[in-house]
Protein backbone atom coordinates (compact mmCIF):
# COMPACT_ATOMS: atom_id res chain seq x y z
CA UNK A 1 0.00 0.00 0.00
CA UNK A 2 3.27 2.51 1.05
CA UNK A 3 4.60 1.50 -2.20
CA UNK A 4 0.94 2.42 -4.31
CA UNK A 5 1.01 5.47 -2.71
CA UNK A 6 4.39 6.95 -3.11
CA UNK A 7 4.26 5.60 -6.58
CA UNK A 8 0.91 7.75 -7.14
CA UNK A 9 2.51 10.45 -5.35
CA UNK A 10 5.09 10.92 -7.91
CA UNK A 11 3.20 10.50 -10.27
CA UNK A 12 1.38 13.52 -9.67
CA UNK A 13 4.05 15.48 -8.96
CA UNK A 14 5.47 14.69 -12.33
CA UNK A 15 2.45 15.18 -13.89
CA UNK A 16 2.11 18.39 -12.17
CA UNK A 17 5.68 19.38 -13.36
CA UNK A 18 5.20 18.72 -16.62
CA UNK A 19 1.55 20.71 -16.50
CA UNK A 20 3.33 23.84 -15.41
CA UNK A 21 6.11 22.88 -18.11
CA UNK A 22 3.29 22.83 -20.39
CA UNK A 23 1.22 26.09 -19.72
CA UNK A 24 3.81 28.09 -21.81
CA UNK A 25 3.14 29.26 -25.15
CA UNK A 26 5.22 27.40 -27.97
CA UNK A 27 6.49 30.63 -29.04
CA UNK A 28 8.59 31.67 -25.23
CA UNK A 29 9.51 28.02 -25.38
CA UNK A 30 11.41 27.96 -28.69
CA UNK A 31 12.91 31.19 -27.31
CA UNK A 32 14.52 30.29 -24.11
CA UNK A 33 15.55 26.65 -25.97
CA UNK A 34 17.38 29.28 -28.55
CA UNK A 35 18.64 31.69 -25.52
CA UNK A 36 19.61 28.94 -22.72
CA UNK A 37 20.54 25.46 -24.76
CA UNK A 38 21.23 22.49 -22.60
CA UNK A 39 19.03 23.20 -19.81
CA UNK A 40 16.88 20.55 -19.00
CA UNK A 41 14.99 21.27 -16.08
CA UNK A 42 12.76 24.28 -16.12
CA UNK A 43 9.39 25.07 -14.47
CA UNK A 44 7.21 27.46 -16.10
CA UNK A 45 4.40 29.76 -14.68
CA UNK A 46 2.45 32.67 -15.79
CA UNK A 47 3.02 35.81 -14.47
CA UNK A 48 0.86 39.19 -15.25
CA UNK A 49 0.16 38.22 -18.58
CA UNK A 50 3.66 36.72 -19.34
CA UNK A 51 5.35 33.30 -18.72
CA UNK A 52 8.38 33.25 -15.84
CA UNK A 53 10.78 30.75 -16.53
CA UNK A 54 12.96 29.27 -13.73
CA UNK A 55 15.96 26.79 -13.74
CA UNK A 56 19.44 26.48 -12.97
CA UNK A 57 22.67 27.07 -15.18
CA UNK A 58 25.63 25.66 -13.36
CA UNK A 59 25.01 26.33 -9.67
CA UNK A 60 22.98 29.87 -10.48
CA UNK A 61 19.84 30.06 -10.00
CA UNK A 62 17.91 32.30 -12.42
CA UNK A 63 14.71 32.96 -14.34
CA UNK A 64 13.18 34.68 -17.23
CA UNK A 65 10.24 36.26 -18.07
CA UNK A 66 9.26 36.31 -21.78
CA UNK A 67 5.54 37.64 -23.29
CA UNK A 68 3.24 35.19 -25.40
CA UNK A 69 5.46 35.98 -28.87
CA UNK A 70 8.51 34.68 -26.97
CA UNK A 71 9.64 37.99 -26.63
CA UNK A 72 12.46 38.30 -23.76
CA UNK A 73 11.02 41.06 -20.87
CA UNK A 74 13.39 40.53 -18.34
CA UNK A 75 16.23 38.15 -16.55
CA UNK A 76 17.00 37.85 -13.06
CA UNK A 77 20.40 35.69 -11.83
CA UNK A 78 20.12 34.82 -7.86
CA UNK A 79 23.32 36.82 -5.99
CA UNK A 80 24.93 36.49 -2.43
CA UNK A 81 23.60 40.00 -0.81
CA UNK A 82 26.83 40.83 0.21
CA UNK A 83 27.68 41.01 -3.64
CA UNK A 84 25.35 43.49 -3.88
CA UNK A 85 26.65 47.43 -5.18
CA UNK A 86 27.91 49.47 -2.12
CA UNK A 87 25.31 51.96 -2.58
CA UNK A 88 22.62 49.57 -2.81
CA UNK A 89 24.02 48.25 0.62
CA UNK A 90 24.44 51.13 2.45
CA UNK A 91 20.84 52.43 1.53
CA UNK A 92 19.30 49.29 3.20
CA UNK A 93 21.59 50.01 6.04
CA UNK A 94 19.92 53.47 6.18
CA UNK A 95 16.80 52.90 5.76
CA UNK A 96 15.89 49.14 6.96
CA UNK A 97 18.19 49.35 10.06
CA UNK A 98 18.18 46.14 11.85
CA UNK A 99 16.54 44.33 8.72
CA UNK A 100 18.60 41.41 6.80
CA UNK A 101 18.57 41.02 2.89
CA UNK A 102 17.29 37.24 3.03
CA UNK A 103 18.19 37.10 -0.94
CA UNK A 104 19.59 39.37 -3.61
CA UNK A 105 19.48 39.14 -7.71
CA UNK A 106 20.43 41.15 -10.43
CA UNK A 107 17.74 41.45 -13.16
CA UNK A 108 18.85 42.82 -16.82
CA UNK A 109 15.94 44.01 -18.93
CA UNK A 110 15.15 43.24 -22.53
CA UNK A 111 16.64 46.45 -23.28
CA UNK A 112 19.71 45.72 -21.43
CA UNK A 113 19.57 47.88 -18.57
CA UNK A 114 20.56 46.54 -15.05
CA UNK A 115 18.41 46.56 -12.08
CA UNK A 116 19.40 45.40 -7.96
CA UNK A 117 16.85 43.42 -5.93
CA UNK A 118 17.08 43.25 -2.15
CA UNK A 119 14.37 40.75 -0.59
CA UNK A 120 13.42 41.56 2.62
CA UNK A 121 10.57 39.97 4.79
CA UNK A 122 8.23 40.34 2.53
CA UNK A 123 9.16 43.09 0.37
CA UNK A 124 11.27 43.49 -2.20
CA UNK A 125 13.35 46.76 -2.40
CA UNK A 126 14.55 47.63 -5.85
CA UNK A 127 17.67 50.00 -7.21
CA UNK A 128 18.71 51.16 -10.31
CA UNK A 129 22.16 49.94 -11.72
CA UNK A 130 23.92 52.97 -9.80
CA UNK A 131 22.32 51.67 -7.05
CA UNK A 132 19.74 54.49 -6.78
CA UNK A 133 16.45 53.85 -4.78
CA UNK A 134 13.43 52.82 -7.38
CA UNK A 135 10.86 51.45 -5.19
CA UNK A 136 9.20 48.85 -2.76
CA UNK A 137 7.22 46.50 -3.70
CA UNK A 138 5.25 43.02 -1.97
CA UNK A 139 6.94 39.66 -2.23
Known amino acids: MKKTLLVLGLFFAATTFAQKKENAPAA ?4 FAKAYPGVTRAVWEKEDGNYEVSFEMGSKKMSVIYDAKGVMKESE ?21 GITIKGAA ?17 KDV ?10 EAKD
Open 77 to 97: EEMDPSKLPASVSSYMSQHYK
Open 126 to 135: LFDATGKFIK
Open 28 to 31: AKAA
Open 106 to 122: KITKADGSINYEAAIKG
